[in-house]
Protein backbone atom coordinates (compact mmCIF):
# COMPACT_ATOMS: atom_id res chain seq x y z
CA UNK A 1 0.00 0.00 0.00
CA UNK A 2 1.13 3.54 -0.43
CA UNK A 3 2.17 5.65 2.07
CA UNK A 4 3.68 8.93 2.38
CA UNK A 5 5.51 10.12 5.45
CA UNK A 6 4.02 13.96 6.37
CA UNK A 7 4.32 15.75 9.91
CA UNK A 8 5.61 13.04 11.40
CA UNK A 9 2.19 10.61 10.05
CA UNK A 10 2.16 8.32 7.58
CA UNK A 11 -0.57 9.45 4.80
CA UNK A 12 -2.28 6.11 2.80
CA UNK A 13 -2.86 7.33 -0.68
CA UNK A 14 -3.80 5.58 -4.38
CA UNK A 15 -2.97 6.94 -7.72
CA UNK A 16 -4.18 5.15 -11.45
CA UNK A 17 -5.07 6.70 -15.03
CA UNK A 18 -2.48 8.91 -16.83
CA UNK A 19 -2.50 12.29 -18.20
CA UNK A 20 -2.41 15.96 -16.30
CA UNK A 21 -1.29 15.40 -12.87
CA UNK A 22 -4.75 15.79 -10.40
CA UNK A 23 -4.71 15.73 -7.27
CA UNK A 24 -8.21 14.91 -5.84
CA UNK A 25 -9.16 15.70 -1.67
CA UNK A 26 -11.96 14.36 -0.49
CA UNK A 27 -14.72 15.27 1.95
CA UNK A 28 -15.49 14.85 5.57
CA UNK A 29 -14.90 11.53 6.56
CA UNK A 30 -13.50 10.51 3.12
CA UNK A 31 -11.88 7.03 3.30
CA UNK A 32 -10.80 5.13 -0.26
CA UNK A 33 -12.18 2.28 1.43
CA UNK A 34 -15.85 2.76 0.91
CA UNK A 35 -16.80 2.20 -2.92
CA UNK A 36 -17.27 3.46 -5.58
CA UNK A 37 -14.67 6.41 -5.08
CA UNK A 38 -13.09 8.69 -6.79
CA UNK A 39 -11.37 6.29 -8.59
CA UNK A 40 -14.99 4.93 -10.28
CA UNK A 41 -15.51 7.77 -11.57
CA UNK A 42 -14.40 9.50 -15.18
CA UNK A 43 -11.72 11.44 -13.38
CA UNK A 44 -9.38 8.34 -13.49
CA UNK A 45 -9.71 7.78 -17.35
CA UNK A 46 -8.72 11.11 -17.99
CA UNK A 47 -5.42 12.31 -15.33
CA UNK A 48 -2.63 11.10 -13.70
CA UNK A 49 -4.74 11.32 -10.20
CA UNK A 50 -4.16 10.70 -6.92
CA UNK A 51 -6.12 10.65 -3.87
CA UNK A 52 -5.30 10.22 -0.46
CA UNK A 53 -7.40 9.14 3.05
CA UNK A 54 -6.91 12.66 4.92
CA UNK A 55 -5.29 13.18 8.70
CA UNK A 56 -8.11 11.23 10.89
CA UNK A 57 -9.47 9.79 8.38
CA UNK A 58 -9.20 6.23 6.58
CA UNK A 59 -5.47 4.14 6.35
CA UNK A 60 -4.13 7.83 7.61
CA UNK A 61 -2.89 7.81 11.07
CA UNK A 62 -4.86 9.43 13.36
CA UNK A 63 -3.23 11.53 16.32
CA UNK A 64 -5.93 12.79 19.15
CA UNK A 65 -4.90 16.23 18.96
CA UNK A 66 -5.98 19.32 17.62
CA UNK A 67 -5.94 19.61 13.78
CA UNK A 68 -5.96 23.23 11.66
CA UNK A 69 -7.11 24.08 8.56
CA UNK A 70 -3.13 25.46 7.68
CA UNK A 71 -2.45 21.77 8.66
CA UNK A 72 -4.66 19.89 6.24
CA UNK A 73 -3.33 22.62 3.19
CA UNK A 74 0.47 22.04 3.74
CA UNK A 75 -0.29 17.72 4.34
CA UNK A 76 -1.95 18.19 0.51
CA UNK A 77 1.49 20.53 -0.47
CA UNK A 78 3.70 17.56 1.41
CA UNK A 79 2.13 15.02 -0.45
CA UNK A 80 3.13 16.68 -3.75
CA UNK A 81 6.52 16.93 -2.43
CA UNK A 82 6.05 13.50 -1.98
CA UNK A 83 4.82 12.58 -5.35
CA UNK A 84 7.41 14.48 -7.04
CA UNK A 85 5.28 17.10 -8.20
CA UNK A 86 6.05 20.53 -8.37
CA UNK A 87 2.84 21.59 -9.58
CA UNK A 88 -0.90 20.43 -10.21
CA UNK A 89 -4.48 20.66 -11.16
CA UNK A 90 -6.21 20.47 -7.73
CA UNK A 91 -10.00 19.41 -7.06
CA UNK A 92 -11.60 19.42 -3.68
CA UNK A 93 -15.17 18.58 -2.87
CA UNK A 94 -17.13 19.63 0.27
CA UNK A 95 -14.43 19.55 3.50
CA UNK A 96 -11.56 18.70 0.82
CA UNK A 97 -12.60 22.03 -1.76
CA UNK A 98 -11.91 23.85 2.30
CA UNK A 99 -8.58 22.27 2.09
CA UNK A 100 -8.18 23.41 -1.19
CA UNK A 101 -8.56 27.16 -0.81
CA UNK A 102 -5.86 26.93 2.32
CA UNK A 103 -3.19 25.06 -0.54
CA UNK A 104 -3.97 27.25 -3.14
CA UNK A 105 -3.54 30.69 -0.58
CA UNK A 106 -0.90 29.33 1.28
CA UNK A 107 1.39 27.06 -1.83
CA UNK A 108 0.29 29.49 -4.63
CA UNK A 109 2.92 28.04 -6.96
CA UNK A 110 1.84 24.86 -6.50
CA UNK A 111 -1.71 24.50 -7.89
CA UNK A 112 -2.26 25.38 -11.82
CA UNK A 113 -6.24 25.50 -11.94
CA UNK A 114 -8.54 24.56 -8.81
CA UNK A 115 -12.33 23.31 -8.78
CA UNK A 116 -13.92 23.88 -5.51
CA UNK A 117 -17.18 22.03 -5.38
CA UNK A 118 -19.85 21.79 -3.08
CA UNK A 119 -18.06 23.68 -0.54
CA UNK A 120 -17.53 27.07 1.45
CA UNK A 121 -15.10 29.79 2.46
CA UNK A 122 -16.09 30.19 5.96
CA UNK A 123 -16.26 33.80 7.79
CA UNK A 124 -18.48 36.55 6.77
CA UNK A 125 -18.82 34.67 3.42
CA UNK A 126 -20.56 31.86 4.81
CA UNK A 127 -20.08 28.33 6.21
CA UNK A 128 -21.06 24.89 5.73
CA UNK A 129 -23.16 23.35 7.63
CA UNK A 130 -22.15 22.94 11.23
CA UNK A 131 -21.38 19.07 11.78
CA UNK A 132 -19.39 19.74 14.78
CA UNK A 133 -22.71 20.72 16.28
CA UNK A 134 -24.38 16.87 14.79
CA UNK A 135 -21.70 14.67 16.40
CA UNK A 136 -23.89 13.01 18.91
CA UNK A 137 -26.41 12.02 15.61
CA UNK A 138 -25.09 8.57 14.55
CA UNK A 139 -25.90 5.70 11.95
CA UNK A 140 -29.43 6.20 10.95
CA UNK A 141 -30.49 9.00 13.14
CA UNK A 142 -27.64 10.86 11.57
CA UNK A 143 -28.42 10.05 7.99
CA UNK A 144 -32.67 10.51 8.64
CA UNK A 145 -31.40 14.13 10.08
CA UNK A 146 -29.28 15.07 6.73
CA UNK A 147 -31.38 14.17 4.22
CA UNK A 148 -33.46 17.19 4.06
CA UNK A 149 -30.17 18.91 4.07
CA UNK A 150 -27.95 17.22 2.01
CA UNK A 151 -30.71 17.60 -0.57
CA UNK A 152 -33.62 20.05 -0.04
CA UNK A 153 -35.55 18.26 -2.89
CA UNK A 154 -35.28 15.63 -0.84
CA UNK A 155 -38.30 16.80 2.20
CA UNK A 156 -40.47 15.32 4.32
CA UNK A 157 -43.48 15.23 1.53
CA UNK A 158 -40.73 13.49 -0.95
CA UNK A 159 -39.76 10.81 1.86
CA UNK A 160 -43.08 10.20 1.93
CA UNK A 161 -44.53 10.05 -1.77
CA UNK A 162 -40.85 8.26 -2.22
CA UNK A 163 -40.95 5.72 0.70
CA UNK A 164 -38.54 3.31 -0.90
CA UNK A 165 -35.74 5.33 -2.69
CA UNK A 166 -35.83 7.14 0.97
CA UNK A 167 -35.31 4.09 2.84
CA UNK A 168 -32.42 3.01 0.73
CA UNK A 169 -30.96 6.23 0.69
CA UNK A 170 -30.94 6.43 4.75
CA UNK A 171 -29.13 2.75 4.40
CA UNK A 172 -26.49 3.95 2.17
CA UNK A 173 -26.10 7.26 3.79
CA UNK A 174 -25.51 5.09 7.70
CA UNK A 175 -23.66 1.90 6.74
CA UNK A 176 -19.97 2.43 7.76
CA UNK A 177 -17.92 -1.14 8.26
CA UNK A 178 -15.22 1.18 9.84
CA UNK A 179 -17.47 2.30 12.96
CA UNK A 180 -15.60 0.22 15.25
CA UNK A 181 -12.31 0.78 13.99
CA UNK A 182 -9.68 2.13 16.93
CA UNK A 183 -8.84 6.15 16.45
CA UNK A 184 -12.28 6.05 14.47
CA UNK A 185 -14.41 8.51 16.19
CA UNK A 186 -11.51 10.64 17.60
CA UNK A 187 -9.99 11.48 14.47
CA UNK A 188 -13.62 12.43 12.87
CA UNK A 189 -14.18 14.75 15.48
CA UNK A 190 -10.65 16.45 15.38
CA UNK A 191 -11.49 16.99 11.55
CA UNK A 192 -14.60 18.56 12.54
CA UNK A 193 -12.71 20.51 14.86
CA UNK A 194 -10.78 21.95 12.43
CA UNK A 195 -13.55 22.25 9.72
CA UNK A 196 -15.24 24.64 12.61
CA UNK A 197 -13.07 27.53 12.28
CA UNK A 198 -12.68 27.30 8.33
CA UNK A 199 -12.44 30.88 7.27
CA UNK A 200 -10.51 31.98 3.82
CA UNK A 201 -13.29 34.66 3.08
CA UNK A 202 -10.72 37.65 3.70
CA UNK A 203 -7.84 36.18 1.50
CA UNK A 204 -9.55 34.82 -1.35
CA UNK A 205 -9.23 37.69 -3.13
CA UNK A 206 -5.21 36.43 -3.34
CA UNK A 207 -6.21 33.45 -5.56
CA UNK A 208 -4.38 34.18 -8.55
CA UNK A 209 -5.04 30.78 -10.81
CA UNK A 210 -8.00 29.58 -12.65
CA UNK A 211 -11.08 28.64 -10.15
CA UNK A 212 -14.37 26.51 -11.14
CA UNK A 213 -16.35 26.68 -8.51
CA UNK A 214 -18.99 23.86 -9.00
CA UNK A 215 -22.33 23.95 -7.32
CA UNK A 216 -25.63 21.84 -6.48
CA UNK A 217 -28.70 24.02 -6.83
CA UNK A 218 -30.28 21.99 -3.90
CA UNK A 219 -27.12 21.71 -1.51
CA UNK A 220 -28.19 22.53 1.87
CA UNK A 221 -24.63 22.40 3.04
CA UNK A 222 -23.03 24.39 0.99
CA UNK A 223 -25.50 26.93 0.67
CA UNK A 224 -26.51 28.21 -3.38
CA UNK A 225 -26.02 32.18 -1.73
CA UNK A 226 -23.14 30.87 -0.25
CA UNK A 227 -21.40 30.11 -4.21
CA UNK A 228 -22.12 33.23 -5.50
CA UNK A 229 -20.67 34.91 -2.69
CA UNK A 230 -17.25 33.30 -3.24
CA UNK A 231 -17.44 33.39 -6.86
CA UNK A 232 -17.19 37.46 -6.44
CA UNK A 233 -14.71 36.88 -4.13
CA UNK A 234 -12.33 35.40 -6.10
CA UNK A 235 -10.55 37.25 -9.06
CA UNK A 236 -12.15 35.74 -12.86
CA UNK A 237 -13.94 32.84 -11.14
CA UNK A 238 -16.24 30.92 -12.98
CA UNK A 239 -19.37 29.23 -11.02
CA UNK A 240 -21.35 26.65 -12.54
CA UNK A 241 -24.66 25.39 -11.31
CA UNK A 242 -25.97 21.48 -11.58
CA UNK A 243 -28.97 19.71 -10.43
CA UNK A 244 -28.56 17.98 -7.62
CA UNK A 245 -27.76 19.02 -3.67
CA UNK A 246 -24.37 18.21 -2.29
CA UNK A 247 -23.55 15.01 -4.12
CA UNK A 248 -24.76 16.53 -7.52
CA UNK A 249 -21.42 15.06 -8.56
CA UNK A 250 -23.20 11.45 -8.68
CA UNK A 251 -26.77 13.35 -9.51
CA UNK A 252 -26.22 15.22 -12.59
CA UNK A 253 -24.48 13.62 -15.41
CA UNK A 254 -23.18 16.32 -16.76
CA UNK A 255 -20.92 17.23 -13.97
CA UNK A 256 -18.12 15.47 -14.34
CA UNK A 257 -17.77 16.44 -18.08
CA UNK A 258 -17.99 20.07 -16.71
CA UNK A 259 -15.36 19.27 -14.60
CA UNK A 260 -13.10 17.44 -17.38
CA UNK A 261 -13.48 20.58 -19.40
CA UNK A 262 -12.31 23.10 -17.30
CA UNK A 263 -9.32 21.29 -15.97
CA UNK A 264 -8.01 20.36 -20.09
CA UNK A 265 -9.01 23.78 -21.02
Known amino acids: MPNAAIDSLNFYYERAGAGPRLLFISGSGGDLRNQPNVFASPLAKAFD?????????GRTDKPDVPY?????????????????????????????????QELVLRHPERVTKVVLACTSPGGAGGASYPFHEIEHLKGEDRARHMMPIS???????????????????VQLAAADPFVDEP????????????????DTWDRLPDIACPVLIAAGRYDGIALPETQDRMAARIPGAELQWFEGGHPFMIQDRSAYPAVISFLNR
Open 151 to 169: DTHRDAAWGAAHPEDYERF
Open 183 to 198: GRDAGAHRQFEARAKH
Open 49 to 57: LVAYDQRGL
Open 68 to 100: TMAQYGDDAAALMDHLGWDDALVMGVSFGGMVA
